[in-house]
DNA sequence: AGGTTTCGATTGACAAGTCAGTCAATCATT
DNA sequence: AATGATTGACTGACTTGTCAATCGAAACCT
């Protein structure tokens, strides 16, 4: 024990602040909870929030930009490998599903609030979302470079159907119309790999076209 | 003209009001905007609204519904047709998309505020939404009995991924991400199904191995 | 060691404002 | 006159953000 006995480190109380909103935001959703909500379920007064976060939006941002920095990060180490787009499609993949699996609240947060009121919220968490597809893009466009991937398929949208695919899987998972346990997690992965590479990657027959005619080679 | 003059038919008003709410509820979301906004934007008085409609969620609920139902008709009617699973997942595609582009507003609303917040209201939507994607996995499943997708491929999980992907487009054009104009609506048609449909087809060779090389058949 | 000052952390009652929904009255049409 | 549509002021409930007061720990002094 540290700093223990009547009252707690500074920088706790804030992380219980945090720790209780994601609780009570994913319990009833950012609008309908109010800010004494998370200060009850922080187990601090409720003028503590404000002293730690200028207002309740603030909170939310904070739960977002703390997360998403983070994946904005592994996508960027993920792509300065030497690994084949398909193994970095499949990290960012495994990097938000594992993201899901250890702390769902977060991330259904994260996905049902943030994303909903992108627009309404500054631009500032829209330039951060589109930074990702951004990146993810970049991917793409290497492996398109390299030959590995269909030049004439834009990049930009096949990040965000790559995206939109892995956010839908979450979806499911949140509002429960998928299984959630860990073996589904582990076949999500692959299955969106699979599904869109499948589709990107020129492979050595059937270019695109809809038949499984085999052609002269 | 029938009933005009003074006062309108009754049906008429009833549909400004949702009309007016379309408007609203894109501009500012569905929390922002208050039943005055509706009311205002309708040229009505602010109790009309509740003459018409029990309650603001109602509202909603309404707009959701009476286009989400066509929608689940569209899949079903075209599932019914004797064309390819390609072909009717393009048609799925088109029907959204087209949506999309004869009312930005209203899907807009229905993507923002109704299925992203599908855990705050009733079930209801929640088991609508959920039909759809399970009309969308009947399809593949029946490619998948015909042997022309991949039978490893959970179905529930590819119609997720492919839906996912579309919704990922309208969101691309909402945020204005992606450039919304006629050219990009059909190409995001095409691209969809082809990434997603160019995953799930078996095609002659390389049956979702990683490297495109040739086995010995 | 004991006393005291300092200052950020913490509290919770309160002010100020918002908004959904109600309802009694009014209007138009038949 | 009867019926249903329409009005908009009003109520009641609820919320955010403020703020003056209090607390606790450490530094500082004697």
Redesign the interface.
Known sequence: MSAVRTRSAPQDRRQAILDAAVRVFAR??F??CRVSDIADEAGVAYGLVYHYFGSKDSVLDTLFLERWNVMLDMIAEVDATEA?A?EKLYAIASFIVDSYRHDPDLMKVI??DV??????FGQTH?AR??EA?RRIAAIVEGAQRQGAFKAE??A???A??????????L??W??E??PADEEHYE??KR??V?????????????H?R?D???DGD
């Open positions: 009833r959703g609008h309908a084949s398909r996905i049902v994303t909903r009121a992108a627009n309404s829209l979302i589109r597809y398929i834009d930009e949208f096949a965000m159907a790559f995206y939109g695919a892995i956010e839908q899987m979806t499911g949140i509002f119309m998928l076949r999500a299955l969106v699979e599904t869109i590479c499948g589709g990107l990657e020129i492979s050595g027959a059937s695109g809809r499984a005619d085999r």
